[in-house]
């Protein structure tokens, strides 16, 4: 059984960072790929930003420069740095995995709210 667990979510006036984090536990033999999406009310849920288990990254154009995903390996979890949030970035994140060769490991969601 794997489990993935998001922390870190808020509210914070535009301008304002957060740092979310993703710990996977569980069976756990290796993690490939680790990525973070986020669903906004209404809308499909996007890939926001995603690592490789060599550590490459990739970035959606609209957070590229304001987010960084990073990722310990020792402690199998991965984070997202936030800065600079807009309204826009309000949406609730989840945090998936690709453990043990296979993938669709999500966890629970994480609500992120940017208002003043």
């Known amino acids: 059984q794997v489990r993935l667990v998001e922390s870190g979510g808020g509210s914070v006036q535009p301008g304002g960072s957060l740092r979310l984090s993703c710990a996977a536990s569980g069976s756990i033999r290796s993690i490939n790929a680790m990525g973070w999406y986020r669903q906004a009310p209404g809308k499909q849920r996007e890939l926001v930003a995603h690592i490789t288990g060599l550590g490459t990254t990739s970035y959606v154009d609209s957070v590229k420069a304001r987010f960084t995903i990073s990722r310990d390996n020792a402690k199998n979890t991965v984070y997202l740095q936030m800065n600079s949030l807009k309204p826009e970035d309000t949406a609730v994140y989840y945090c998936?995995?690709?453990?043990?060769?296979?993938?669709?490991?999500w966890g629970q969601g994480t609500q992120v709210t940017v208002s003043s």
């Open positions: 998936n995995a690709y453990v043990n060769g296979r993938g669709g490991f």
